[in-house]
């Protein structure tokens, strides 16, 4: 079986927002880049902290989680910010773009219809700065159902810490499909 989803955001996860000072952290360098759509001769100033690109290459070199971008960010997650990590080239889910003036126009993130859609009965964890209430209720009822859900949601000014990592790859291993997956070698070798 597949391993679960690891859904990952950028906003608020790996570009953490700007101090209310307009300062960023100290830990992240600055980008200038040019997504999709924008004129080059306008690009975006972003930040990344290059230690991430290692700590994602950790847990994805585990085999315990499938990595997939979801971000608004959409292919730009895939063509601009992994490459600027490090990352190999990673799936990213293609969301719509709806007219909204806030991310939770229902009460809850924006992404989530899409998603549980896109996710159809997988296992997954969702990295994302912008959960509210209700997108946990929904991921505990979803977890109830069978379909492993586990939401992590760093403080948007900070951003990622190593410490969702180990957080994520503690959780995939717990996922029954991972553990299907992780007692192979060992079943193979009661039969050998
Ligand atoms: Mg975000």
């Given at each position: ?36 759509g ?13 230690a ?7 847990v994805?070199r ?13 292919q ?6 992994g ?13 719509p773009?709806p007219?909204?003036?806030t991310s ?8 989530r ?21 209700l ?44 553990r299907?997956n992780?007692?192979?070698p ?5 039969a050998?």
């Amino acid at each position: 079986m597949r391993p679960p989803y690891l859904l990952l955001d950028v906003d608020g996860v790996l570009i953490p927002f700007p101090q209310a000072d307009g300062t960023t952290p100290a830990t992240h360098a600055r980008h200038d880049v040019v997504p999709t759509g924008r004129a080059p001769d306008a690009p975006a100033t972003i930040w990344l902290n290059p230690a991430h690109g290692p700590l994602l290459m950790h847990v994805i070199r585990t085999g315990l989680v499938t990595p997939v971008w979801c971000t608004s960010w959409r292919q730009d997650a895939t063509m601009i910010i992994g490459p600027l990590l490090g990352l190999p080239s990673l799936p990213y889910v293609d969301l719509p773009r709806p007219q909204i003036t806030t991310s939770h126009p229902n009460g809850y993130l924006w992404k989530r219809d899409y998603v549980d859609t896109w996710l159809n009965h997988s296992p997954t964890i969702w990295i994302d700065d912008d959960f509210t209430n209700l997108d946990h209720e929904w991921a505990a009822k979803r977890t109830a159902q069978g379909q492993t859900t586990t939401l992590i949601q760093p403080d948007p000014r900070i951003g990622l810490l190593a410490d969702h990592l180990v957080e994520v790859l503690a959780r995939a291993v717990r996922v029954p499909s991972s553990r299907a997956n992780a007692s192979c070698p060992a079943s193979q070798a009661k039969a050998a």
